[in-house]
């Protein structure tokens, strides 16, 4: 039996989302952004959900975001608020989905095309529906 240390466990938040930024990254190298895509237009909710916070987690990265509009991964996102391809989205998928749009907006070229997509308008209507305080925040909605 190994003897119990009193030495305190470090704490591993930092290395936990250091393993999240890889797998993140191995994800999008080894399925691709068309195939990563395609999971937010997925029939299962739980797909979807997971897609888009890879979706979103790669938009924070302002190396991937032109990328991500130009493989309709805009068009995918304001799918899941228009419930295209699906019965309903959760409101935690749509309130990703919004992080994915503020972070795509970063990129200045992108503006014009959220704008002219009708995503304000999309997303006016999530905020006007949420009922968590949190998707009021990400939609820009004061509670």
Do not use: W
């Not at 989302?17 to 890889?22: L, P, Y």
């Not at 990328?67 to 419930?83: T, Y």
């Amino acid at each position: 039996m190994a003897p119990i240390s009193n030495t305190p466990t470090p704490y591993l938040g930092a290395t936990a989302a250091g393993f999240k930024r890889d797998a993140v990254q191995k994800l999008f190298h080894q399925v691709g952004l068309r195939a990563i895509v395609g999971m937010v237009r997925y029939d299962d909710e739980d797909v979807r959900l997971h897609a888009v916070k890879v979706i979103a987690n790669l938009a924070a990265d302002t190396h991937n975001q032109g990328r991500i509009v130009e493989e309709e991964g805009l068009a995918a996102l304001l799918d899941i608020f228009r419930g295209k391809g699906s019965k309903s989205n959760g409101e935690a998928t749509c309130r990703i989905a919004a992080g994915a749009l503020a972070n795509l907006a970063m990129r200045e070229a992108n503006q014009s095309d959220i704008l002219d997509s009708g995503a304000v308008e999309l997303l006016t209507l999530f905020a006007h529906h949420a009922a968590e305080p949190q998707s009021h925040r990400m939609a820009g909605r004061r509670v």
